[in-house]
């Protein structure tokens, strides 16, 4: 694609979710924190600031924005498996990623923070019974959201970020 900001397209959802897609999503999830790890393996400092696109987060701030984002994830699915259709609260990614950690903490940190968090996330998607998985919360932008659709989409946001580091990576010759 020639859009940077989307080397594996933008989210798209049927809006059916069939047992197979979501074993398949699931299983996504799960290898997203090694297909990190390994997109970024023997990066050096310059190349951890080298921003993914023209404008765009630095490869540091892309590591460190996926346990954010994963994290605000996983508390809405605990959310809206314990609460009848739940408001969530939604969080300025753009503003987390200025953060002063986003920005310089050692990506270490995330990398094995989204490795236990995509641990403990994909044994309680595992334990889903279908009526859990069609469950839901209320985002105040985006109206009802399902579990289903929101395992759809942290599938694709793991792949999607790791895209982008890996074909900066192509462009740039590091591989």
């Keep these: 694609m020639d859009d940077l900001r989307y080397p594996i397209s933008k989210f798209n959802y049927a809006g059916i979710a069939t047992e197979p897609d979501l074993h398949t999503w699931i299983g996504q999830i799960s290898e997203a924190p090694g297909k990190l790890r390994a997109a970024v393996h023997g990066f050096s400092a310059e190349q951890l600031e080298t921003p993914y696109r023209p404008e765009g987060w630095t490869v540091r701030q892309?590591?460190?924005?996926?346990?954010?984002?994963?994290?605000?994830?996983?508390?809405?699915?605990?959310?809206?498996?314990?609460?009848?259709?739940?408001?969530?609260?939604?969080?300025?990614?753009?503003?987390?990623?200025?953060?002063?950690?986003?920005?310089?903490?050692?990506?270490?940190?995330?990398?094995?923070?989204?490795?236990?968090?995509?641990?403990?996330?994909?044994?309680?998607?595992?334990?889903?019974?279908?009526?859990?998985?069609?469950r839901s919360f209320q985002h105040p932008e985006n109206g009802l959201i399902t579990l289903?659709?929101?395992i759809a989409l942290y599938a694709w946001h793991g792949r999607h970020h790791v895209a982008q580091i890996t074909a900066l990576k192509s462009r740039m010759g590091w591989i």
């Design 62 to 134: 892309v590591v460190h924005h996926l346990p954010d984002s994963h994290l605000n994830s996983y508390v809405r699915f605990r959310l809206a498996l314990t609460e009848e259709n739940p408001m969530i609260k939604p969080y300025r990614e753009d503003r987390w990623a200025e953060l002063s950690d986003a920005r310089s903490a050692p990506i270490e940190i995330s990398l094995d923070l989204l490795e236990s968090l995509h641990h403990r996330w994909t044994l309680l998607l595992g334990s889903l019974s279908s009526a859990e998985m069609r």
């Design 148 to 150: 289903e659709k929101t």
